[in-house]
Each structure stands twice: as structure tokens, then as C-alpha cells.
């Protein structure tokens, strides 16, 4: 059965879809999409994903960050610290739900939205993780700002972000020099399954590289796969279809018991 919901994070409304398995006691994943996201993520894929989840008797709760897609807010106010607000109040949401498993709780976060997932893996003790094109280094975003936008952050206090037509704050590009996620993946004690492609123009493999190394110290479980092609959000057919399948794959494996 799929849903549509709303959850309050610090006084706004968000809004999602929830996808709610009919096997009572279900284990749940939630997912939180990338920067300039929303709650089907690119080309759909984690509406997709959730609809695959769901057949396999796991519930899913995808929805929009503050300020993105239909969830209260502006996008200009949003920064890394927002969101990872918007993840703690998700997981609240969870564990009010009837007919779910609140011991067994599977994350995932695409680009930036594993900032906030690896977060909240790691706040909440979830069972599982998994990681689409992390952001392992989120001060690489202000690096790639111009001259330009860096003055009008300066002036004005927030800057327009040429091709995706909103704003940003800087609030938002402070955030992204004092969060480091690496240190929240350090003390992650679940399983992981991190996924990037080779030909990523928006962040390179490294940044999953030090996911995988950081994984490593406390993690029960950590996988890394490597695909040749597939770009940023895996827009290349087969790489989507192996992608959907491994990762329905690990949730199955770690939220149904095993690894």
C-alpha cells in the first residue's frame, strides 16, 4: 500500500510517501535524497527501489527535506544541519508506525543525502546502511563555487546556483565546511553497501573509497561495489538494474536476518 504523508521536522511540514508492506511487523527503510533532490529521486529510481522493497515484504518511507520537492520550507534555508534534523524527526515518525519492526531499520542516501544517512545510521544504531554516490567530503561543493557566487554569499547572505535554478545560503555552504560524515561512518556498527560508478562526473570514486576505509573500524559488514558506467544517479540501464538488485538484495539480507 502506498500512502502519502506528512511529518513535522522543526516546524515545518514534510511530505512523503510511504510505502507500507501488508507482512505485519515489517522491517522499514528510509531513503533521503541528494542536493537539489526529491522523494522519486532522478529518473524515479527510489520510487522504483521502494516498490521493489515493498513486493519483498519491507516497508519504505521516502520523502522531501525541508524546502525541497513538496515539503515546507525554502530551499535557500536549507543546510546540512536541517536536514539531518529532517532525518531524526523521519526516524521518530517510524517508530510511532504500527505494523513495523522498530529493531530493524535500514537507511539509504544518495550524493548528499548520505551525509544525513550515515548521520542517522549512526545516531540511531540502525541494522543496516547503504550508499549511492556518497558525499564523503561535503566542503567539495564550496570549492566549485565562483568568484561570482562567493561574493554574492558574501553581500547578501545567500547566492543564486546557476542550473538549478534556486538559492543557496551561507548558512548552507558553513554547514558543508563543519559537518564531516566520515566521522559518523567511523562509529557505524551495522552492515554497509556502498555503491558508486567510475564514470561519475559529480564526485569521484574516492569519495566512496573513504566511506569503505572508515567502515571498516566498527561496521559488522561493509561492501563496496564499483560499476565502469552509470554516472552520478546510474542512468545507464544495466548499472541501474544491478543496482536496484543488489541493494534490495543487502536490505533483504541484513533487515530478514543474516549478515
Not at 522491517?27 to 522523494?39: E, M, N, S, W
Not at 522519486?40 to 527501489?49: M, P
Not at 515493498?54 to 520537492?69: A, N, P, Q, T, W
Request: hydrophobic share 35%; net charge positive.
Amino acid at each position: 500500500m502506498e500512502k502519502p504523508i506528512i511529518f513535522e521536522s522543526e516546524g515545518k511540514n514534510l511530505i512523503g510517501i510511504l510505502h507500507l508492506s501488508e507482512f505485519k511487523n515489517s522491517p522499514v527503510v528510509v531513503l533521503f535524497h541528494g542536493f537539489t533532490g526529491q522523494k522519486s529521486e532522478s529518473h524515479f529510481i527510489f520510487t522504483r527501489l521502494a516498490r521493489l522493497l515493498c513486493k519483498e515484504k519491507i516497508s519504505v518511507l521516502r520523502f522531501d527535506f525541508m524546502g525541497s520537492g513538496d515539503s515546507e520550507g525554502e530551499f535557500s534555508d536549507m543546510t546540512l544541519y536541517t536536514e539531518m534534523k529532517d532525518g531524526e524527526n523521519a526516524l521518530r515518525y517510524i517508530k510511532e508506525l504500527e505494523n513495523v519492526n522498530k529493531e530493524k531499520i535500514g537507511i539509504l542516501g544518495l550524493s548528499m543525502g548520505a551525509v544525513t544517512a550515515s548521520y542517522i545510521a549512526s545516531e540511531f544504531n540502525t541494522t543496516s546502511l547503504c550508499l549511492w554516490s556518497p558525499v564523503a567530503y561535503p566542503s567539495v561543493i564550496s570549492r566549485r563555487l565562483t568568484r561570482k557566487i562567493k561574493k554574492q554569499l558574501q553581500e547578501k547572505g545567500k547566492a543564486y546556483l546557476p542550473g538549478t535554478g534556486l538559492y543557496i545560503s551561507d548558512e548552507f555552504i558553513k554547514s558543508t565546511k563543519e559537518v564531516k560524515p566520515l566521522r559518523f561512518a567511523g562509529k557505524y556498527k551495522g552492515s554497509v553497501l556502498i555503491i558508486h560508478c567510475k564514470d561519475d562526473t559529480v564526485l569521484p570514486v574516492e569519495h566512496a573509497l573513504a566511506y569503505f576505509k572508515k567502515f571498516h573500524q566498527q561496521s559488522r559488514f561493509s561492501q563496496l561495489t564499483i560499476f565502469e558506467k552509470g554516472g552520478h544517479t546510474f542512468t545507464v540501464e544495466e548499472t541501474e538494474k544491478e543496482v536496484l538488485n543488489q541493494t534490495v538484495n543487502f536490505f533483504k539480507t541484513t533487515l530478514w536476518g543474516g549478515k
